[in-house]
């Protein structure tokens, strides 16, 4: 269930293959965020809707709302929820409020709640995450059971693994990083081999051991999830942070993936195996874009050899990538500078360089020779399904609004790579959403998006619960795991495909939240202000748009929208995907994360 605050809501289907689907507000009222239901299709005209057979889980636990003291007190959330509070009110009427729910919405009862935090009349920017783990129901502190049970790490019984400590490894990671999962070395060579790219990633799994109450916790959490100015890791601080984070001149555990390329940039053979390294340095993305622009970066000429290798070999991996029809989307990531209160001072368009490219195609090289090892073994594959063929009238569509003669016949790789090489946010925005949510599972059913028949993750176990499962079963093979058969369907990994699947759009939720308040807490001081914009998006209800800095906003309004001709005619102009406009910043509606602005 995902609610709406006009009272209706959608329902994001389990199956990937099912899209999203419309709850009325009458079968809606009873149920609130995240509840997994059970439902059946329900025809009405043109229009398909969803109608409720079954609650089979509550989703949430504690809502955040505004406590209103009359005629009796109660809990309005910014979702429009109304729950009745029970036991004492601790602040007048008002108050914005954090509860816990005693008594779930029936027919014949209303929801009961008992408030556990006060934030007052008005809450601060600092209380964003609070409202996230609330709202979202994230795990936040972890036992102290697990942060002790961290700090007693095992000792190593690892009899192969191999010294690495010679070798100049490094981490290559932005300047607010705090855990380094990864760490590179390429060497260059004549023959066959033309280079050796060595993947090294912390060995999680030798400090997190199965049915431990750290592994319990991992799985709890399945993910670290990042906000601006706020971490909630999945790992206590004393393995995320330190033992398992590959920080310089320390000696770490890792899992290595040795992937040997020929000088086309095709990968020839790969070997895996537990080593001891011991990183050189901690580079940042910024450090080395300039290092590749030729300035001086002084700490750099150390190392400057097996960089200009590496950049050399990404280069061939990067033509190939473009060969195979890879997608690279060009979003703009919003990045927020955060005051110790959570204040956002600033916000800009994120940087981004070809040292990013570099360490991403390592990653995806490393997680795709790993998915090739694994292929018939019950390991958690990344999955990424093509798009819906339905959607393909919408796209050339699409194309044909925005003056692109090129018309598609199917989603292929060949089609699409070229469109998205054409610099228009609103076309890549419009083929990401027609592209189906990727997920874990079982069985290797490839990557679309990446144009790979085999994928999945393993290069973050520090902050990925799917990659901390696959060293567990990389680890196994290596020690002479049997192939299972492919056709038998290992339920456990099923089931943790599923979960783990739910807790990253769980995560993915918390960190729109948190982004859209600290979006709102910055456009405050700018209501009245005129921005230019480009129209993102369109229906009769309103106009989206977005802003130079990646910020987006909607124009309300009740508009003739052409569906066949995706436009809008507003007096004399005709508004499309795309078009330019001046816009005035009217409302910030902090509560619903929504930026009103008025056509000027």
């Not at 709850?23 to 965020?33: E, I, P, T």
């Not at 409720?52 to 949430?60: K, P």
């Not at 990671?173 to 260059?188: L, N, Q, R």
């Not at 003669?405 to 090489?421: N, Q």
Request: hydrophobic share 40%.
């Amino acid at each position: 269930m995902q609610k709406h605050p006009y009272g209706f809501a959608f329902l994001l289907s389990l199956n990937p293959r099912t899209p999203d689907t419309y709850v009325d507000k009458g079968d809606a009222a009873l149920l609130l965020n995240r509840d997994l239901v059970r439902f059946s299709l329900v025809r009405e005209g043109k229009r398909v809707r969803a109608r409720i057979l079954e609650v089979l889980e509550r989703g949430t636990q504690t809502v955040y709302g505004q406590l209103l003291a009359r005629p009796s007190p109660h809990i309005v959330t910014p979702t429009g929820d109304v729950l009745a509070v029970v036991g004492k009110v601790p602040c007048p009427s008002g108050n914005w409020v954090i509860a816990r729910i005693k008594e779930y919405p029936s027919k014949r009862n209303e929801a009961l709640v008992e408030i556990e935090e006060v934030f007052g009349e008005k809450p601060r920017p600092s209380d964003d995450p609070i409202i996230a783990v609330a709202v979202l129901g994230l795990p936040n502190e972890f036992p102290l059971s697990v942060k002790l049970e961290a700090r007693r790490p095992p000792p190593d019984d690892d009899d192969s693994r191999e010294d690495l400590t010679s070798l100049p490894f490094v981490t290559i990671d932005g300047e607010d990083a705090k855990d380094f999962d990864d760490a590179i070395h390429v060497k260059s060579q004549s023959g066959e081999t033309a280079w050796v790219l060595s993947v090294a990633i912390a060995d999680v799994s030798h400090y997190v051991r199965p049915g431990t109450a750290l592994d319990e916790q991992a799985r709890l959490r399945s993910t670290s999830v990042y906000f601006p100015g706020h971490c909630i890791p999945m790992l206590p601080e004393a393995l995320s942070n330190d033992l398992c984070s590959l920080i310089p001149d320390q000696e770490r555990l890792v899992l290595v993936a040795e992937m040997h390329f020929d000088r086309f940039g095709a990968s020839r053979h790969a070997r895996f195996f537990s080593a001891k390294i011991r990183s050189r340095a901690r580079l940042t993305y910024t450090e080395v874009h300039k290092f590749f622009n030729h300035e001086s970066v002084p700490r750099l000429e150390p190392i400057k050899d097996a960089l200009n290798h590496a950049r050399s070999l990404y280069k061939k991996m990067r033509e190939r990538r473009t060969e195979r029809g890879a997608l690279d989307f060009d979003f703009p990531e919003i990045k927020f500078q955060i005051n110790a209160a959570g204040v956002p001072e600033s916000v800009a368009v994120a940087p981004r360089y070809e040292s990013h490219q570099l360490i991403e195609e390592f990653m995806v090289a490393a997680n795709s020779c790993v998915a090739e090892r694994l292929k018939d073994y019950p390991a958690l594959f990344r999955v990424h399904e093509s798009p819906d063929p339905d959607k393909l009238g919408d796209l050339n569509e699409l194309l044909k609004t925005l003056g692109i003669s090129k018309r598609l016949t199917g989603f292929a790789h060949a089609d699409i790579a070229p469109l998205l090489e054409i610099k228009n946010p609103l076309l890549h925005r419009a083929i990401l959403r027609m592209q189906r949510q990727a997920r874990y599972r079982f069985e290797p059913l490839g990557h679309f998006g990446l144009a790979l028949p085999d994928y999945l993750h393993f290069t973050s176990p520090i902050r990925r619960y799917p990659d901390l499962h696959n060293h567990r079963l990389l680890k196994e093979v290596l020690r002479g795991l049997k192939a299972r058969n492919a056709e038998t369907e290992d339920n456990s990994t099923y089931d943790l495909g599923i979960e783990t699947s739910d807790k990253e759009r769980r995560a993915m939720e918390a960190e729109r939240f948190v982004v859209k308040r600290k979006t709102c807490w910055y456009m405050m001081k700018h209501v009245g202000e005129e921005f230019d914009a480009l129209v993102s998006d369109l229906n009769n209800n309103g106009i989206a748009l977005t802003l130079p800095n990646g910020i987006e906003g909607y124009i309300p309004g009740e508009f003739e929208y052409d569906e066949k001709k995706m436009r809008i005619k507003i007096g004399g102009e005709i508004l499309r995907w795309g078009s330019p406009i001046r816009v005035q910043l009217v409302r910030v509606d902090l509560e619903l994360g929504r930026l009103e602005f008025h056509l000027l």
